[in-house]
Nanobody, 126 residues
């Protein structure tokens, strides 16, 4: 059974930082696409950041929505199928439920990921 588990959400004041972590369990092979998405109340789920992890010594590729570029960083942890999202300079408009997702495809900047976590809440106060 493949499971996606997020952690690290919380409440911070504007300008603060949080780090979200995501781990995929239940599989033994590398998941090439791992991404972070968010959904605020009354809004559609949107892409935040994603990473293509090709393996084989090739470089990873990161993708970001314009609103978080320069503030958020997605990174691959040393453990298989584990990624983090470092969020700096948080703004009240970043408040949302953040979801981690994984997919076995080779194109990662989309929302139709196959495996999804339950989400972790991020709240930014002004």
């Amino acid at each position: 059974l493949v499971q996606v588990a997020e952690s690290g959400g919380g409440s911070v004041r504007a300008g603060g930082s949080l780090t979200l972590s995501c781990r995929i369990s239940g599989i033994t092979y590398r998941m090439p696409c791992m991404g972070w998405f968010r959904q605020a109340p009354g809004k559609e789920r949107e892409r935040v950041a994603a990473m293509y992890i090709p393996g084989g010594g090739r470089d990873n590729t990161a993708y970001y929505v314009d609103s978080v570029k320069g503030r958020f960083t997605i990174s691959q942890d040393n453990s298989l199928n584990t990624v983090a999202l470092q969020m700096n300079g948080l703004k009240p408009e970043d408040t949302a439920m953040y979801y981690c997702a994984a997919d076995s495809g080779s194109w990662c900047w989309h929302t139709n990921y196959f495996w999804w976590g339950q989400g972790t809440q991020v709240t930014v106060s002004s």
